[in-house]
């Protein structure tokens, strides 16, 4: 991500950063009070789209994931690969990026573009406003390592 500003630099943190606290949630090894730091990283007006295009917004989020929490056991595992900034302005952050679930012997991809706002009640400074997440199939348009 070479020529970012620091909204994009934060985004792509707070990407890495609430993926790995889904992993830890899902798998029931985080406190309660986990929770509350990781719904400060969304927007209150946060909407997403998921892979299989069903809307959900804040509320729907929080409902999901007090719902999934210790779901996994062992064996769960996100990688995030491929951020890019799309667009990037003073304030916001537009990004996409991979995420590889494992989980059960079995692997699977979302492409997801997001939106970012700063917002200095987030975690990392920079708060979900948006993201939509699309299955691959596949992993032959992996895009080349930046030079």
Do not use: C
Not at 2 to 18: F, L, P, Q, Y
Not at 81 to 87: G, S
Not at 95 to 107: D, I, K, L
Request: no cysteine; hydrophobic share 50%; glycine share 8%.
């Amino acid at each position: 991500m070479t020529g970012t500003g620091d909204i994009a630099a934060a985004a792509a943190r707070e990407i890495v950063a609430r993926h790995e606290f889904f992993v830890d949630w899902f798998a029931g090894r985080l406190e309660d009070s986990a929770f509350a730091a990781a719904l400060a990283a969304f927007d209150p007006d946060f909407h997403r789209i998921g892979p299989d295009g069903a809307l959900q917004d804040h509320n729907g989020l929080t409902a999901m994931l007090a719902a999934a929490r210790g779901r996994f056991a062992e064996g769960f595992a996100i990688a995030i690969e491929d951020v890019a900034v799309l667009r990037e302005t003073g304030d916001d952050a537009l990004m996409t990026y991979v995420e590889r679930q494992e989980h059960a012997g079995r692997t699977t991809f979302r492409r997801a573009g997001a939106l970012f706002s700063r917002n200095a009640n987030a975690p990392l400074g920079v708060a979900w406003r948006f993201v939509q997440e699309t299955w691959i199939n596949d992993r032959t348009d992996k895009q080349p390592a930046a030079e």
